[in-house]
């Protein structure tokens, strides 16, 4: 088994095929193998450009044992898709065979595959800044990509600012199969780039591998960067605590800080022991922020983040000062069963 096959494959790529035989009771097959062979082909000679190569025969198989034979075949461009007949022989089969295998073989021209990390490029730049993004290119597949080009282009067909700009040659030439080549983008944005987000398409064309655009986000905030330093607190802020402490402000409360024209620009801390958390090196930008605390009331608000500068923000927190509590008490249902029988 199996004694039919369907097989498809590349031209100029060779492929292994296993094959189980197994012996019956009462049945031993010695120098069991596979022999291909032109009488036993439909048309009485082999087939043009099939290269097929029968494994090492298997010395001796007991009764109730089996074992794999294998065969290798490859084609090549003068193959064309027909039927191929292998027998399976032993020394105790002459002239005759165990059975025959029969493959139905097809050949295809052997494509290049295009592969490429990351599968997307998310960056974040700022203005007057630039950064060079990385993507790399692999032909996974069986055959050369030749006459490769790349382009920038925009999901609108509309033409790509110079401020984004390829750092690799235009023409790649070819690629062989386990190849790689890295391509480098380059961003830097002015400052008469607007801020948000910004969607390219990094372009791989090729004489012989459909065209593939590969998706590039870029991030781009106002030049320099600052800061921001909250202060939370509560009722219980001044207070005295179980010590005879003042407390300086509300702990643990979470802050999740975020930029409102790059959504993607996003930062969360946990206020200290004196109710603070400090944001730095934050790009300068108009930022959301929403705190939260156990048994406390959420806030939120905006703000802006100036270059060179740590803006002080004082956020005080409602308290809730009722709570809802409940328990669950378990109690016995009796399950009610009804059974009908019908007999026919």
């Known amino acids: ?45 082999l087939p043009e450009g099939v290269h097929l190569t029968p494994g090492s025969p298997i010395a001796s198989l007991a009764p109730g044992k089996s074992a794999n034979l294998t065969f290798s075949i490859w084609a090549d461009n003068f193959a064309q898709n027909g039927a191929i007949v292998l027998k399976v022989k032993s020394d105790e089969t002459a002239p005759d065979a165990w059975g025959a295998i029969h493959i139905n ?74 190849e790689r080549k ?14 948000g987000y910004h969607h390219y398409y990094l372009r791989v064309s090729a004489s012989n591998h459909p065209t593939r655009d590969i998706n590039m986000f870029a991030s781009v905030t106002q030049s320099g960067v600052g800061g921001v330093l909250f202060k939370v607190s509560d009722i219980y802020t001044g207070t005295l605590d179980a010590a005879g402490n003042p407390i300086p402000g509300l702990a643990g409360a979470r802050i999740r800080l975020q930029n409102e024209r790059v959504l993607t620009e996003e930062y969360n801390k946990t206020t200290d022991s004196l109710g603070e958390a400090e944001f730095s090196d934050l790009p300068a930008g108009r930022y959301k922020y929403r705190i939260r605390a156990g048994s406390h009331e959420s806030k939120s608000g905006r703000l802006w983040i100036k270059p060179g500068l ?22 016995t249902i009796e399950d009610e069963y009804e059974i009908v029988l019908t007999a026919t």
């Open 1 to 45: 088994t199996p004694s039919a096959i369907n097989l498809s494959i590349p031209r100029n790529y060779p492929k292994t095929v296993t094959i189980r035989a197994a012996a019956g009771g009462g049945t031993t097959a010695n120098n069991l193998r596979l022999v291909f062979a032109a009488d036993d082909q439909p048309d009485g000679v």
């Open 182 to 195: 890295e391509i480098r983008v380059l961003f830097s944005p002015t400052d008469s780039v607007a801020e």
């Open 105 to 178: 073989a097809a050949f295809s021209e052997a494509r290049p595959s295009l592969n490429f990390t990351p599968n997307y490029v998310e960056t974040g730049v700022a203005r007057n800044d630039n950064i060079t993004e990385t993507v790399t290119l692999e032909n996974k597949g069986l055959a050369d990509m030749r006459n490769i080009q790349l382009s920038l282009a925009e999901p609108n067909g509309g033409a790509v600012p110079p401020w984004v700009r390829l750092m690799s040659p235009e023409s790649q030439g070819t690629l062989a199969v386990g």
């Open 310 to 331: 740590t803006t002080g923000q004082e956020v005080f927190l409602d308290y809730n000062l009722v709570t809802v509590e409940w328990e669950v008490t378990e109690t």
